[in-house]
C-alpha cells in the first residue's frame, strides 16, 4: 500500500494539489491521500500501516519535512520512506536532488542531524538556521500571508528590508570555543545544507555528509545597506563568498550566535520572533534520543 502524507499549507496552500502530481509520478492511483493534520498520534499512524513492506511518500516544502522528524522522535519509520518537494521554496531538494519529480529516499537525510537551541527550545533541523534579515523577510512574508492568499514575493521584501526596515545588528559568535564580535550584521546562518532562502546558496562548501559531522556558519557583516544590497543579489550563485571582507564562512561541531537586539529568526523556514540568541550542536553532539528507522 502507498501512503501519501500531505500538508495543505505548503506551496502557498496549494499543497494537496501539488501532492496530486504523485499520481502520475510512478505512484499507483489507489494510494492513499493523508491530511497531515489529521495525524494526531505517528505512533498510532505507525501502528496502523506495515513498516516493511509499505511506502510512505511525504508530500510538502522544508518545514513540512522539519515538523515530521522532530515529531518523530523516537519512533521508528517506515523503511520505504520517501518526500516529494511540494514547498514554496524547496531548498532542502535543491540541495539534494535535480529533478522537481524525484522521489526522495529520505532515512539517510534524517540520520545525524544537528540541533538548534531556541529560548530555551531544542529542535532538530535539516537546513539550516537563518538569523537577520533572513528571519525578517520570514516575519514579513508570515505577517502578509495572513492579510492574502498571494504568492509572497520574499525578494522584495528582502530589497526593501535592505533598503529602509531592516536594521543590522552587533554580534557575537562563538564557534568550537572561538568567539569573535561583528558589527553591522546582515546574516548569521547556520546550515546543514546550502541552500536557505528558497535558493540562495549562502554556504555553497556546506556537504550534509560532510565525514566530520560539521555545520557551517556564515556572516555578512561591516556593510552597508547599498553595499549589502549590491552583494545580495551574488548568494544565489553562492558567489557572495568572493567578497572576503564582508563575509566570513567557517565549519564547525557547536555555534552559539548572540545578538545585541531580539531579531526573528528562522528555522527550515519556520519563523521564531524576538531571538536574542541560539545555539547549534551537530548530530554528534547533540543530547537528544535518536531518530529511529526500520532496518533498510
Known amino acids: 500500500m502507498h501512503y501519501i502524507l500531505y500538508n495543505t499549507l505548503s506551496g502557498n496552500k496549494q499543497g494537496l494539489e501539488y501532492s496530486r502530481l504523485l499520481l502520475g ?31 510512505v511518500i511525504l ?30 521554496g524547496n531548498d532542502f531538494k535543491k540541495d539534494v536532488a535535480d529533478d522537481d519529480t524525484a522521489l526522495i529516499p529520505l532515512h539517510k ?9 531556541v529560548n530555551g527550545k531544542t529542535s532538530y533541523f535539516i537546513n539550516g538556521i537563518g538569523y537577520g534579515i533572513d528571519g525578517y ?56 545544507g546550502r541552500y536557505y532562502g528558497g535558493g540562495m546558496m549562502v554556504t555553497p562548501n556546506q556537504d550534509r555528509f560532510d565525514p566530520e559531522g560539521k555545520v557551517s556558519f556564515g556572516i555578512l557583516h561591516h556593510s552597508g545597506a547599498l553595499h549589502t544590497l549590491m552583494i545580495f543579489p551574488s548568494i ?15 565549519a564547525g561541531h557547536e555555534v552559539t550566535v ?13 519563523t521564531v520572533l524576538g531571538v536574542t540568541s541560539y545555539t547549534v550542536k551537530t548530530g554528534k553532539l547533540a543530547k537528544k534520543k535518536e531518530i529511529a528507522t526500520a532496518e533498510v
Open 137 to 192: 523577510c520570514c516575519e514579513e512574508g508570515d505577517r502578509l500571508k495572513a492579510k492574502s492568499d498571494k504568492p509572497v514575493d520574499y525578494t522584495a521584501i528582502a530589497i526593501k528590508g535592505l533598503l529602509f526596515h531592516f536594521k543590522p545588528t552587533n554580534a557575537k559568535v562563538t564557534v568550537d570555543g572561538v568567539t569573535k564580535e561583528y558589527k553591522k550584521v546582515w546574516i548569521a546562518p547556520t546550515m546543514k
Open 59 to 88: 508530500s510538502g516544502g522544508d518545514g513540512t519535512i522539519n515538523r515530521f522528524v522532530n515529531e518523530n522522535v523516537g519512533l521508528t519509520l517506515p523503511k520505504n520512506l520517501f518526500y516529494f518537494a511540494a514547498g514554496s
Open 258 to 270: 548572540e545578538f545585541d537586539r531580539p531579531t526573528a529568526l528562522q528555522i527550515d523556514g519556520e
Open 25 to 55: 509520478n510512478s505512484v499507483p492511483e489507489d494510494a492513499k491521500m493523508v491530511d497531515l493534520s489529521s495525524i494526531k498520534s505517528y505512533a498510532d499512524f505507525w501502528a496502523s500501516i506495515d513498516l516493511e513492506n509499505d511506502t
Open 109 to 117: 537525510y534524517i540520520k545525524d542531524l544537528p540541533t538548534v537551541t
Open 236 to 250: 544565489f550563485k553562492g558567489e557572495h563568498v568572493k567578497h572576503t571582507k564582508k563575509f566570513e564562512s567557517v
